[in-house]
Nanobody, 126 residues
Framework: QVQLVESGGGLVQAGGSLRLSCAAS????????MAWFRQAPGKEREFVAV????????IHADSVKGRFSISKDNAKSTVILQMNNLRPENTAVYYC???????????????????WGQGTQVTVSS
């Protein structure tokens, strides 16, 4: 049974930082693309960042480049999203997701991912 469990969300002031973690089980972690998406109230879910399964390439959405950083700890089967210089518009539920079969062109699309966590709320106050 595949499980993705996010943690680390919370309330932070603008300019602050948060570190989200996603612990994965039930998958061959090193063979899976691991990504973060987010969904703000009234908006569609959007891509944030991904580590591809083939070469471990790191891809970040333009809106978070230079402020957010995705990484993974293979020994702990955990993917991390370090978020710095947070803005009120970053307020959303952040979801961890995984796929063992996704192709390169789908890495930014939620349709390419088979497994999702329950999400963790991030709220940034102004």
């Amino acid at each position: 049974q595949v499980q993705l469990v996010e943690s680390g969300g919370g309330l932070v002031q603008a300019g602050g930082s948060l570190r989200l973690s996603c612990a994965a089980s039930g998958i061959s972690f090193t063979r899976y693309a691991m990504a973060w998406f987010r969904q703000a109230p009234g908006k569609e879910r959007e891509f944030v960042a991904v580590i591809s399964q083939r070469h471990g390439a790191l891809i970040h959405a333009d809106s978070v480049k230079g402020r957010f950083s995705i990484s993974k700890d293979n020994a702990k089967s955990t993917v991390i999203l370090q978020m710095n210089n947070l803005r009120p518009e970053n307020t959303a539920v952040y979801y961890c997701t995984a796929s063992g079969t996704i192709i390169q062109s789908q890495l930014r699309s939620q349709a390419g991912y088979a497994y999702w966590g329950q999400g963790t709320q991030v709220t940034v106050s102004s």
